[in-house]
């Protein structure tokens, strides 16, 4: 069966700290992708990034990295130097081919102190 | 810029009284979701059309239906609005495949039942 499991409901960070949010993730597929979401206090859901199964290269946009590893099930997200602009819930989900949809974990909550 | 529109983006509606929520896109994908998510929780699939197909989640109260006239537009129609009902209603769009390809969604709408 599959499962996100983010299991930091809520975090608070001071602007300029860096902070990670975790996701972890059950499949029994052998292909599959992982993505991450961003959802402002606006409500729409903004996506971030696309990972397939295939591929464990880490990856780096701007102050935004994240951290692909399959021997833990995990698709860790940093933020690095942390903006108030970065306060919203987080999303990490998974997507099996050849199922419909998108399994998102339940989120995470991050809040940027000025 | 192209994009999934929803209107209206708040809708107040009375216990019992169908109500209906409409989603627009100029993105031309064959793909397109409803999601329903209530407060602090993760989205919840309703339903998804490719191109024409219909596909409903098997948890979706019949209660919720939906209709697609063209690529463009999908409507969203609750026969008989419950409390439980009251959420945010989250439209989506991807391209084919759909489990792989990021989805792309709108503001939302979000619902009230008096």
């Known amino acids: 069966a599959q499962k996100v499991t983010q299991a930091q409901t809520e975090i608070s960070v001071v602007e300029k700290e860096d902070v990670t949010l975790d996701c972890v993730y059950e499949?029994?597929?052998?292909?599959?992708?992982l993505f991450w979401y961003k959802q402002p206090p606006s409500g729409e859901l903004v996506f971030l990034i696309r990972r397939n199964s295939f591929d464990e290269q880490n990856e780096i946009s701007g102050r935004y990295s994240w951290n692909f590893q399959k021997s833990t099930s995990s698709f860790n997200f940093t933020i690095t130097a942390s903006q108030v602009v970065d306060s919203a819930v987080y999303f990490c989900?998974?997507?099996?081919?050849?199922?419909?949809?998108?399994?998102f974990g339940t989120g995470t909550r991050l809040t940027v102190i000025p | 810029d192209a994009m999934v529109i929803q209107n209206p983006r708040y809708q107040v509606t009375q216990f019992g009284k169908p109500v209906t929520l409409s989603c627009s896109q100029t993105?031309?994908?064959?793909?397109m979701y409803w999601y329903q998510q209530k407060s602090s929780q993760a989205p919840k699939l309703l339903f998804h059309y490719y191109d024409k197909d219909f596909n409903n989640e098997a948890d979706t109260p019949d209660n919720f239906q939906s209709r697609r006239p063209n690529t463009s537009f999908c409507f969203l129609d609750i026969r008989s609005p419950g409390l439980g009902d009251a959420a945010m209603y989250l439209c989506a769009t991807s391209r084919d495949p759909p489990t792989v390809q990021p989805q792309h969604f709108g503001d939302g709408t979000r619902l009230s039942i008096l």
């Open positions: 989900a998974l997507s099996e081919v050849g199922a419909n949809n998108l399994f």
């Open positions: 499949t029994r597929d052998t292909t599959y992708y």
């Open positions: 993105l031309n994908h064959n793909v």
